[in-house]
């Protein structure tokens, strides 16, 4: 039992640190205006535009994850 809520607790964990690293992000490097999201059309012409801040800020809660996952 103790193994099952230590694992609970680690993807809580997990995903509270994911959604905060990515609200940090939109924070610190917004979105353009106007830009829908879902249209994939329009977020790779974002992605050619994105300044390096912004890439970092797109890629660390990627990369949080699967080091949280690694551990």
Do not use: C, Q
Request: aromatic share 8%; charged share 20%.
């Amino acid at each position: 039992m103790r193994r099952v809520l230590g694992i609970v607790a680690g993807l809580v964990t997990g995903f509270i640190l994911i959604y905060l690293l990515e609200k940090l992000g939109h924070l610190i490097f917004p979105p353009p205006e106007g830009i829908d999201m879902m249209n994939r059309e329009e977020l790779a012409r974002i992605m050619d535009e994105i300044s390096f801040g912004g890439f970092l800020s797109v890629v660390m809660p990627g990369l949080s994850e699967h080091s949280v996952l690694l551990t």
